[in-house]
């Protein structure tokens, strides 16, 4: 089976940075996604890593290192709209995704 | 615009009824998937299929059943056999089931208990 832990709340200040974090567990890796899911309303695409190192996406970047199962989502100059639950989802080999519970990001001014 | 429609966007079951959420996509993609959303859960797959006429249970398919006549097309019923339905049900879509392009989700049917 897998595993994958996010932090379940964060709070970050309007303009700052903020790094969410995703540790996971499983056998043949085969890629890790980034969603991000606003309260009441549909997972959007937010990032793909499958080989490790930094893909930068504007204002968010997301790092994978597969050596250690981890991976975090970087949202700089934060703003109000960036309020929402981001979601870590795992493949492995062939199977669907696999999601974390998400991290619920509230940004205050 | 091509995309994913659920429906019915909000849905009551009474005790004993089987209700089906209707999922269309037109994005010509071979897999679709069902999930659950409970509070705190995260993400939890139902059933999924990679291909039309074939599909597969996933981590809580029990109470529930699905069809997969047309590509367009991912129907879920859920039974009176799920004693617990109430929840947020997302229905997403991919191009192939067995590579790395992202899902692509519907906006939800929130289905409660009368």
């Known amino acids: 089976g897998q595993n994958i832990d996010q932090p379940t709340e964060m709070t970050a200040t309007e303009g700052a940075i903020v790094q969410i974090n995703c540790t996971y567990q499983?056998?043949?890796?085969?890629?890790l996604f980034w969603y991000q899911q606003h309260a009441g309303e549909a997972p959007t695409f937010l990032s793909y890593?499958?080989?490790?190192g930094l893909e930068e996406k504007g204002r968010f970047s997301s790092f994978l290192s597969r050596s250690k199962g981890y991976s975090y989502l970087l949202l700089k100059e934060l703003q109000m709209k960036d309020s929402a639950s981001y979601l870590c989802?795992?493949?492995?080999?062939?199977?669907?995704?696999?999601f974390g519970k998400g991290t619920r990001l509230s940004v205050i001014a | 615009d091509g995309g994913i429609t659920q429906s019915p966007k909000y849905l009551f079951r009474k005790e004993g009824q089987n209700v089906t959420l209707s999922c269309e996509q037109n994005?010509?993609?071979?897999?679709m998937y069902w999930y659950r959303q409970d509070p705190g859960q995260g993400l939890r797959l139902i059933y999924y299929?990679?291909?039309?006429?074939?599909?597969q249970k996933g981590d809580i398919a029990e109470g529930y059943s699905v069809s997969r006549e047309k590509k367009e097309s991912f129907p879920l019923t859920v039974t009176s056999a799920q004693k617990n339905p109430t929840a947020f049900y997302l229905c997403?879509?991919?191009?192939?089931?067995?590579?790395?392009?992202?899902?692509?989700f519907g906006d939800g049917t929130r289905l409660s208990i009368l």
């Open positions: 499983t056998s043949g890796f085969n890629g």
């Open positions: 997403a879509s991919s191009i192939g089931g067995n590579d790395n392009q992202p899902q692509h």
């Open positions: 890593n499958v080989l490790d």
């Open positions: 299929s990679q291909i039309v006429n074939d599909f």
């Open positions: 989802a795992v493949r492995a080999g062939n199977t669907p995704l696999v």
């Open positions: 994005l010509n993609h071979d897999a």
